[in-house]
Nanobody
Framework: QVQLVESGGGSVQAGGSLKLSCVIS????????MGWYRQSSGKERELVST???????SYIDSVKGRFTISQDNSKNTLYLQMDSLKTEDTAVYYC??????????????????????WGQGTQVTVSS
């Protein structure tokens, strides 16, 4: 059974940094892509960043230049380096993965599929 477990959340002042990790365990035959979502109180879940199986990354405009997504396939781990954090980055962050599909969906090199595995979330709180 595939499981995703996030860690690295916490409280930080604005301008600070955090690095989130997501360890994937279980049987993995194919990794089509992974990503990070976030959901803040009273708002809908938001896709923050994705990374394809060939390391092509995408970001929403509000985090471009501040967040960096990466993966270490040897460790089955997804990362999100978050720098220059802002109070509006406060949210629960979830990792997601698209695994063990027969076919992967990519568009222009970017991951464009549907995630089928989710982590439980880790809280990030940025104070002013």
């Amino acid at each position: 059974q595939v499981q995703l477990v996030e860690s690295g959340g916490g409280s930080v002042q604005a301008g600070g940094s955090l690095k989130l990790s997501c360890v994937i365990s279980g049987y993995i035959s194919k990794n089509c892509g992974m990503g990070w979502y976030r959901q803040s109180s009273g708002k809908e879940r938001e896709l923050v960043s994705t990374i394809s199986n060939d390391n092509t990354a995408s970001y929403i405009d509000s985090v471009k230049g501040r967040f960096t997504i990466s993966q270490d396939n040897s460790k089955n781990t997804l990362y999100l380096q978050m720098d220059s954090l802002k109070t509006e980055d406060t949210a629960v962050y979830y990792c997601a993965a698209d695994l063990n599909r027969a076919f992967c969906n990519h568009r222009g090199g970017y991951y464009s599929g549907t995630f089928n595995y989710w982590g439980q979330g880790t809280q990030v709180t940025v104070s002013s």
